[in-house]
């Protein structure tokens, strides 16, 4: 393994911003992994941390196959991360706005400059990603709809479900459809939280790229081929919105299945504690996506289930 | 007339209101929109919204339509000196046309776009950010721009910025009307966080001239409308930091500027030295500069309009 300094930039005051490479094995470039590009993509950090570790320990014992180069990049933001702020400390830019970037523009177009001329050309690009609402998924493999996407690749990952979604304007500067774009086949993994780390979850996303890199012959890493992944689009989940505003008592979460009929939640008068309104699930399904805050704005998306 | 267009549940005992005032006068069927508060720390518009509203109310004689203006399509971000909506990632500029069937937030984009649909024109103003100062300016999809710019010239500003078409711009408010034939320009002027007077009443005037122009105004207006500077009979070149540091101004904002002159240095307090002089390019008109003085590497200090071509421009 070799750990780099991809790209380095100096601040006013504080330490310098480094961005650290982790290269393992020599030849095709074959993948590059990308861990957390916003400062509160924890359970994004320490995911790829525990890739990182097990790369290396598999490097150690020579099951890296010949002919193959891994790049890990775990943190693309920690200035953001150390301060508690999910966007670019300084402006409050979204790196993963910015892609392919522009080496003579603004910083985070500078930054996303770099880290693409690093991660581009390589095979396979996979991002561990973080999603802009708040609430709790099944991990699954993300892709967007690009005329480009490899749908049998992704179920190599072994995860429940992979979800092909039509990609919206702001979605082209972002860090996978670039990728795609420019020939690499991107995948982005969510393995159901963003701020905190969730050990069980995060071990399925980095068991899965193991998996992946198993199934493609970059390592050999011998592991249970996990599920067979149903590819699901948007079309394929029913969306449940709340119909009041209020606390949010929540009896049903990510990865259960539920009957139609049955009751997912509670929203709550937040000052008598009275129930303003039950939330059924109106399909016989799975929980694919659930609000988890406590607090539920109206008319917001609460649940996303997957039809039987 | 005050009236919601948006009304829904916050957690506890609020709403999230969005709301237009409608002034309306006489058998005139034009309506023309002014939006503004997409971000909650540029404030310019609000002046803009406050005096146009004043100036009606003591000539609605002289109205012969409608005039909807809308202070804060942000509201919670005005109100809690925050640019993005509080609680939702995406920038709201971002996010238009929006879905019926999406987040709370991306419902209420789409709702916007639907009462702003059909308006004989949109006027979108936006203040920068809280680290650039912008001369008066429009910004025009290039696609857009044959029918715009006329428009645009009514409005008593210096410069029309005529930029190419791009994706991620496609989701943009002011793209999204146009793109169902609802002529929207953006207006760029000012400062984040600021009010500068000068160019609110500066536009108003512009927008009371468009109105006359419009025939639904039937008063005075000022003479003294601008000329502004079209960007396809130039040049627009971009100076970004390239050192971090502190900047220190060595130019006005809105000046004319030759080529080899100082715009600023960025120093090193710690050290007392100077890690870059940045020079114009070129010769031509500062309409952008930075006022925030902390830089990064690739922080956007300075914007010059030149007749001549120049290094890094678009």
């Known amino acids: 393994m070799k750990q780099e300094i991809l790209f380095q930039m100096k601040s006013p005051y504080r330490d310098d911003f480094k961005i650290q490479g982790f290269r393992f094995g020599e030849g095709e470039k074959s993948v590059a992994i990308v861990g957390a590009m916003r400062g509160d993509e924890i359970q994004q950090q320490f995911t790829c941390s525990q890739v990182v570790k097990n790369l290396i320990e598999l490097e150690n014992e020579g099951r890296i196959l010949p002919g193959h180069e891994i790049l890990v990049i775990p943190s693309a933001n920690h200035f953001s991360m150390n301060i508690n702020k999910r966007f670019w400390a300084m402006d409050n830019t979204d790196i993963n706005r910015m892609f392919p970037g522009y080496d003579k523009g603004e910083t985070t177009q500078r930054i996303a400059s770099a880290l693409f001329e690093q991660v581009r050309g390589f095979k396979y690009g996979i991002q561990l990603a973080s999603f802009y609402m708040p609430g709790e998924f099944i991990p699954h493999v993300r892709m967007m709809d690009t005329g480009f996407q490899n749908t049998k690749l992704a179920k190599k990952f072994g995860l429940p479900y992979v979800l092909i979604r039509k990609p919206k304007p702001y979605d082209t500067t972002v860090l996978n459809y670039n990728w795609q774009v420019f020939d690499t086949q991107a995948f982005s993994i969510y393995s159901g939280d963003t701020d905190t780390i969730n050990k069980e979850s995060a071990k399925i996303a980095w068991l899965s790229i193991l998996r992946f890199l198993n199934s493609m012959k970059i390592i050999d890493n011998n592991i249970h081929d996990g599920y067979n992944s149903c590819v699901l689009s948007d079309q394929d989940l029913k969306t449940i919105k709340s119909n009041q505003a209020g606390i949010l008592y929540s009896l049903r979460g990510a990865k259960d299945e539920v009957k139609e009929g049955d009751l997912l939640a509670k929203i709550l008068d937040p000052f008598t504690g009275a129930v303003r309104s039950e939330i059924f699930s109106p399909v016989d399904g799975t929980i694919f996506f659930a609000h988890d805050k406590p607090l539920i704005h109206q008319n917001t998306v609460m649940y996303k289930i997957v039809r039987f | ?314």
């Not at chain 2, 994706?167 to 966080?193: C, Q």
């Open chain 2, 1 to 314: 007339m005050i009236k919601t267009i948006i009304s829904e549940g916050l957690p506890v005992d609020e709403q999230l209101l969005i709301r237009k005032k409608i002034v309306q006068n006489g058998t005139g069927q034009k309506r023309i929109c002014i939006v503004t508060g997409t971000h909650g720390d540029e404030l310019e518009g609000q002046y803009v919204c406050f005096e146009l509203i004043r100036r009606l109310n003591e000539n609605i004689q002289f109205l012969d339509g409608t005039v909807e203006v809308y202070p804060a399509l942000n509201p919670l971000g005005v109100d809690s000196v925050t640019r993005g909506i509080p609680t939702f990632d995406l920038d709201m500029n971002r996010i238009f046309p929006g879905d019926p069937n999406g987040h709370l937030i991306e419902h209420t984009a789409y709702e916007i776009i639907q009462d702003l649909r059909g308006a004989d024109m949109v006027i979108d103003i936006h203040a920068s950010n809280i680290f650039l100062r912008e001369m008066p300016q429009a910004r025009i999809n290039v696609k857009m721009s044959r029918k715009l710019i006329p428009y645009a010239k009514m409005l008593n500003i210096d410069f029309i910025w005529i930029h190419d078409a791009a994706t991620v711009l496609e989701s943009t408010l002011a793209h999204s009307l146009n793109v169902i034939k609802t002529p929207t320009i953006v207006v760029e002027m000012g400062i984040g966080m600021r009010i500068t007077r000068d160019y609110g009443n500066r536009l108003v005037d512009g927008i009371f001239n468009m109105m006359k122009k419009m025939k639904m105004w039937s008063g005075t207006v000022s003479k003294d409308i601008s000329h502004p500077m079209l960007s396809t009979t130039g040049k627009v070149c971009f100076m970004n930091a390239e050192a971090s540091g502190i900047i220190i101004p060595s130019v006005s904002h809105s000046v004319d500027v030759k080529k080899g002159d100082l715009l600023c240095q960025i120093v090193d307090p710690f050290e007392g030295v100077i890690l870059q002089n940045v020079l114009s390019p070129v010769d031509g008109t500062v309409f952008t500069l930075r006022t925030y003085p902390v830089v990064y590497e690739g922080s956007l200090i300075a914007r010059i309009f030149s007749k001549t071509p120049c290094h890094d421009s678009l």
